[in-house]
């Protein structure tokens, strides 16, 4: 199987997820990074720098024997079955489903204030995150975790929707966003040990030094 990975180069952003759960796996993969220039002129005409169509003028998209997968939910999921990172049982799989989707969900609450050019609104906006909106999920998912007597949130051991957690966590925390304090998780213990136990991963901080130059 030939599998390409295509994003830009921003850690802890969208294909952190999908790139983590292949490294750990040890399944092949050809990491493409995409420049800022490429980006723009993919959502403005459809088509990668190779020439291949992207279905949805978005990023990250994976090409696996010259079929490109759009989606990030939906080729996350993919990782996460050939890297034995899911689940064969369907509630389970559900249950990993949710919390990929809550991920995202939340990057999208969080992703409108990156775009926004008004300063002032941009402050408002984090403020409202920081007080009312991501603690309202981070709740939700610390209950899910309490309810569940492993420390991971699905099964006993990690799959895919705890490497969607500690990306998007990770971002969170990374002190990049102004306005969101890096201690923005530090009341929800079980929710921090996610991030905790994937990022001390032997293999996750491997990648991320081999990457990055660094354990970020």
């Known amino acids: 199987m030939s599998l390409k990975v295509y994003y830009s180069s921003t850690p802890f952003w969208r294909a952190e997820v999908l790139r983590v759960s292949l490294y750990i796996s040890n ?20 088509f990668l720098p190779n ?13 696996v024997d010259g079929e490109i ?15 034995n990172l899911y689940s064969d049982d369907n509630i389970n799989a559900a249950k990993i489903d949710q919390v990929i989707d809550a991920a995202t969900d939340i990057t999208n609450l969080v992703s409108p204030t990156i775009r926004e050019k008004d300063e002032q609104k941009k402050l408002e906006d984090r403020l409202l995150l920081k007080n009312k909106f991501l603690p309202r999920w981070f709740k939700y998912l610390e209950n899910i975790l309490s309810e569940h007597t492993s420390e991971w949130f699905v099964e006993n051991k990690m799959t ?11 971002w969170l925390t990374s002190g990049i966003i102004d306005g969101i304090p890096t201690t923005i998780v530090d009341n929800y213990p079980k929710l921090k040990n996610i991030h905790y136990k994937v990022h001390h991963h ?11 130059g660094k354990e970020i």
């Open 27 to 46: 399944t092949p993969f050809e990491d493409i990074r995409i420049s800022r220039e490429e980006f723009i002129n993919m959502i403005k005409t459809g």
């Open 51 to 63: 020439g291949k169509r992207v279905p949805f003028h978005q990023l990250p998209v994976i090409e």
């Open 69 to 83: 997968i759009g989606q990030t939910g939906a080729i996350a999921r993919y990782c996460g079955k050939i890297s």
């Open 160 to 170: 895919i929707a705890d490497i969607a957690m500690w990306r998007l966590l990770g």
């Open 202 to 212: 032997p293999k996750v901080q491997e990648w991320m030094l081999k990457t990055y």
